[in-house]
């Protein structure tokens, strides 16, 4: 135990001596966790549209201003030729061609019915498909409205279907209270690996781990002298990331229990570091490190649900989030933090991040010993 305690302090007095290490660790992720949950913003806005309408009717400038006013779209060119504004359309200018065609007003006075044309850019399949079910819904809001302005009192009216929304655990619809929980846990998970593995391997570069190595100091208390500084310094970031900028810049106040949330951070944390250890174990420098966590960090993160729904993933790519750590700990991260949930909700979160430490570190150690 002894032993220990003089490796923690070495461990540390290294650690505060860098000052750019303390820069990364600390200022690093606090700066991203304040700057990424405002660019990472799932709704699309400003769609440009261009119009074509060749009514120039109350009706039809009744539905442009409905389009205009919902906020989605950014009216591009306005004109009465369908040639002039599909070069706009071709140039990459708009995402968006609706045409109004003669007589809109007319006919749906008249004949109660009538029709558009739109024209969609889809070399963006996500701007294509989102922008036409706005525009869509848009328009049959607008149809809904002029058939219960009885357009015409002679045709019977079916009956409208009313319904209420509620938005639960986030009311607002506000996307940083879903990103910012996904973030933090990403940040700390480049934290975590990146300087456990960096640590580990600058012994080797600088030729102390041999030092190390012939002493009496057993390789647990090395590994634990390694591991516990920055599980120390991963719980700091999470908290100054939970409690300072998540409640300070977005005003996100965790529901659920704080103790149920670092249990799981404790575990979640020894498991990430456990993979930064093994990393250390396969590489003799640190460049050789940076690029293989560079590498397994971002497969990390793509896979882990933080900006694909894994649901909408493939098969194969669904296995892989399954055997990913972030991709339980983004998941309680939001049912504790958003909807308060309790342990009997993430039960079989915490089995399978137990699991995970165990393998991990279990791998790295029993890996360390072959190489050492």
Same mark, same amino acid.
């Not at 194969?316 to 309680?332: D, G, M, R, S």
């Given at each position: 135990?002894r032993?220990?305690?003089?490796?923690?302090?070495?461990?540390?007095k290294q %650690?505060?001596?860098?000052k750019?290490?303390l820069a990364?660790?600390i &200022?690093?992720?606090?700066?991203?966790?304040?700057? *990424?949950?405002?660019?990472a913003? #799932?709704?699309i806005?400003?769609?440009?549209i261009? @119009?074509v309408d060749h009514d120039?009717?109350?009706?039809?400038?009744?539905?442009?201003?409905?389009?205009?006013?919902?906020g989605?779209?950014?009216?591009?060119?306005?004109?009465?030729?369908?040639?002039q504004?599909?070069?706009?359309?071709? $140039? +990459?200018?708009s995402?968006?061609?609706l045409?109004?065609?003669?007589?809109?007003?007319r006919?749906?006075?008249?004949?109660?019915?009538?029709?558009?044309?739109l024209?969609?850019?889809a070399?963006?399949?996500t701007?294509?498909?989102?922008?036409?079910?706005?525009?869509?819904?848009?328009?049959?809001?607008?149809?809904?409205?002029?058939?219960?302005?009885?357009l015409?009192?002679?045709?019977? =009216? /079916? $009956?409208? %279907?009313?319904v209420?929304?509620?938005?639960?655990?986030?009311?607002?619809?506000?996307?940083?209270?879903? =990103?910012?929980? &996904?973030?933090?846990?990403?940040?700390v998970?480049?934290? &975590?690996i990146? *300087?456990?593995?960096l640590?580990?391997?600058?012994?080797?570069?600088?030729?102390?781990?041999?030092q190390i190595?012939?002493?009496?100091?057993?390789?647990?208390?090395?590994?634990?002298?390694k591991?516990? /500084?920055?599980?120390?310094?991963?719980?700091?970031v999470?908290?100054l990331?939970?409690?300072?900028?998540?409640?300070?810049a977005?005003?996100? %106040? /965790?529901?659920g229990? *704080?103790?149920?949330?670092?249990?799981?951070?404790?575990?979640f944390?020894i498991?990430?570091?456990?993979?930064?250890?093994?990393?250390?174990?396969?590489?003799?420098?640190?460049?050789?490190?940076?690029?293989?966590?560079?590498?397994?960090? =971002?497969?990390?993160?793509?896979?882990?649900?933080?900006f694909? /729904?894994?649901?909408?993933?493939?098969?194969w790519?669904?296995?892989? $989030?399954?055997? +990913?750590?972030?991709?339980y700990? @983004?998941?309680?991260?939001?049912?504790?933090?958003l909807?308060?949930? &309790?342990?009997?909700?993430?039960?079989?979160?915490?089995?399978?991040?137990?699991? #995970?430490?165990?393998?991990?570190?279990?791998?790295?150690?029993? +890996?360390?010993?072959k190489?050492?």
């Amino acid at each position: 135990m002894r032993s220990l305690l003089f490796l923690l302090r070495k461990e540390f007095k290294q %650690i505060f001596r860098n000052k750019s290490i303390l820069a990364m660790i600390i &200022g690093m992720p606090i700066i991203q966790l304040l700057i *990424m949950p405002l660019a990472a913003d #799932f709704e699309i806005k400003n769609i440009k549209i261009s @119009i074509v309408d060749h009514d120039r009717s109350v009706y039809s400038k009744n539905l442009i201003d409905k389009v205009i006013a919902s906020g989605y779209f950014q009216l591009n060119d306005y004109s009465t030729s369908f040639e002039q504004s599909f070069q706009q359309f071709e $140039a +990459n200018n708009s995402d968006l061609v609706l045409e109004i065609p003669q007589h809109f007003e007319r006919d749906l006075v008249k004949l109660q019915e009538g029709s558009l044309l739109l024209a969609v850019n889809a070399i963006n399949g996500t701007n294509a498909s989102v922008g036409s079910a706005y525009l869509s819904n848009i328009i049959g809001q607008y149809n809904q409205e002029l058939r219960k302005q009885g357009l015409s009192a002679s045709i019977a =009216m /079916p $009956a409208t %279907i009313e319904v209420a929304t509620l938005n639960w655990f986030n009311p607002y619809l506000n996307y940083p209270f879903f =990103m910012v929980p &996904g973030i933090l846990v990403s940040l700390v998970t480049m934290v &975590g690996i990146y *300087m456990c593995a960096l640590n580990i391997v600058k012994e080797k570069e600088v030729g102390t781990i041999e030092q190390i190595n012939v002493t009496p100091i057993k390789k647990h208390h090395f590994i634990l002298g390694k591991l516990i /500084p920055f599980w120390v310094i991963g719980v700091f970031v999470f908290s100054l990331g939970l409690l300072g900028v998540a409640r300070v810049a977005y005003g996100i %106040i /965790p529901v659920g229990s *704080m103790p149920l949330l670092y249990s799981y951070l404790a575990i979640f944390l020894i498991a990430i570091l456990g993979i930064g250890l093994l990393i250390s174990t396969y590489s003799q420098t640190q460049q050789q490190a940076m690029s293989l966590a560079f590498f397994v960090i =971002m497969v990390f993160i793509l896979l882990s649900g933080l900006f694909t /729904p894994i649901d909408s993933m493939p098969e194969w790519a669904k296995v892989i $989030a399954n055997l +990913n750590p972030l991709t339980y700990f @983004i998941e309680v991260m939001r049912m504790i933090v958003l909807k308060g949930s &309790g342990f009997a909700q993430i039960k079989s979160h915490f089995l399978a991040m137990i699991a #995970f430490a165990i393998f991990f570190n279990g791998w790295a150690i029993i +890996n360390y010993k072959k190489t050492s």
